[in-house]
């Protein structure tokens, strides 16, 4: 760990960076195992790192009720939410080994509680709908009937998917605070950056020190475009367009929920840990479908007091080319009618990519589209 100073830098949530690794105990294997699902597991991962500070276990009812109800933590913190550890029954001992499916051991919990929660309240008060074709209430109502709680200890990291990218956020901090960087953008992503986000992203570090390009690497929904292409663009398009020294690439590993306004909160809070002074917030931010209003994922930033979330969001309108303009514009800054503007809707981009063929230059970096040629050749 470097030496850096990273005091000017954003305080992580609740004011300490939580650290939840810790030596394996000799007595792990005599102990009951937990398995973990693929969400939970980047929990786990998360609470380890710290990035889901002030937590440092599975949460409590206290904790979960007023989370649901009101989105804030016991302690009167925002937390948008749950963070939980779902169970068949109530464990024997008061510690038990938390694992995955193959039966690897991760980490042990100390048993605070176990205890029963409305499935159908929760999705109806996280995800505003109970309607099982929702990818994140689908997960809830397929998990185990009762939430274990407890304090975590864990003395076996998860294997990053892309090690190269893999940053706790002690780490984003020590590397922010090296650049001499105090003000920090951070981007949430789960898709290939096309002009529009890369015209956002360099619209927000224009008024800050750095930017954080933290491209969700989690579990995610099929259909969206595999981690491993989009990080070949993040690459590609890092390289030939952004300086060097004021762009950092890294992971985030959580698991996608598609909690849509709820999920936007959350995220942001996890850039507070990661060292984001600012945070980056489209339209419809993590949701999915249309089950939320286009501005929705903004508008919950002002059922917060100010400065309660400390972390500053920046909240962007869809951008397109303009050519009247000669540039990139949103419907803020452009007032041309949409002849002017180079528009593709998702499907005819994919159509073309999948066809060979490259976008206009005004709609994708030509080196981005060549990586998604090559990706959907090879599927
Ligand atoms: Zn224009």
New binding site residues.
């Given amino acids: 760990m470097t030496a850096v100073a990273t005091d000017h830098l954003i305080k992580p949530h609740g004011g300490v960076l939580v650290d939840r690794t810790g030596d394996r105990p000799d007595d792990v294997e005599t102990l009951e195992v937990v398995t973990l699902t693929s969400r939970e597991l980047s929990d786990l991962d998360m609470l380890a790192s710290g990035a889901l500070s002030p937590l440092e276990g599975f949460m409590g009812r206290t904790d979960y009720e007023r989370v649901v109800e009101e989105m804030h933590l016991a302690n009167g913190l925002p937390w948008a939410l749950p963070v939980c550890l779902a169970v068949d029954a109530a464990p024997d001992g008061d510690r038990v080994a938390l694992a995955d499916d193959d039966g690897r051991l991760y980490a042990v919990l100390e048993v605070d509680e176990v205890y029963s929660y409305d499935k159908d309240r929760e999705a109806t008060q996280c995800f505003r709908t109970t309607d099982e074709e929702h990818p994140g209430v689908a997960r809830l109502y397929a998990q185990k009937p009762l939430y274990l709680a407890g304090k975590v200890t864990v003395f076996e990291r998860q294997t990053p998917d892309f090690p190269e990218l893999a940053m706790d956020p002690a780490e984003t901090r020590a590397a922010f605070a090296e650049r001499g960087w105090k003000r920090v953008v951070g981007f949430q992503t789960r898709n290939p950056i096309h002009r529009a986000h890369e015209y956002l992203t360099k619209t927000a570090l224009e008024t800050v020190d750095g930017l954080l390009i933290h491209p969700l690497v989690g579990e995610t929904k099929s259909d969206d475009v595999p981690a491993k292409t989009r990080v070949e663009c993040y690459g590609v398009l890092v390289d030939g367009y952004y300086p060097a020294d004021r762009v950092l690439v890294s992971a985030f590993p959580a698991a996608m929920r598609y909690a849509g306004p709820r999920e936007a909160i959350w995220h942001a809070i996890c850039r507070k840990n990661y060292g984001c002074s600012h945070f980056i917030v489209g339209r419809d931010h993590a949701g999915v479908g249309m089950y939320y209003g286009t501005y929705d994922a903004q508008l919950i930033f002002d059922e917060f007091e100010a400065h309660e979330l400390d972390i500053e969001p920046m909240f962007f309108e869809h951008s397109f080319w303009?050519r009247?303009?000669g540039s990139m514009?949103s419907s803020k800054t452009?007032?041309?009618s949409s002849d002017?503007h180079v528009f593709l809707s998702g499907t005819k981009v994919r159509e073309m990519l999948e066809n060979g063929e490259l976008p206009p230059v005004e709609f994708s970096r030509p080196e981005v589209a060549e990586v998604l040629i090559d990706a959907y050749r090879t599927a």
Avoid: I
């Fill in positions: 303009c009247a303009c514009a452009c007032p041309h002017q």
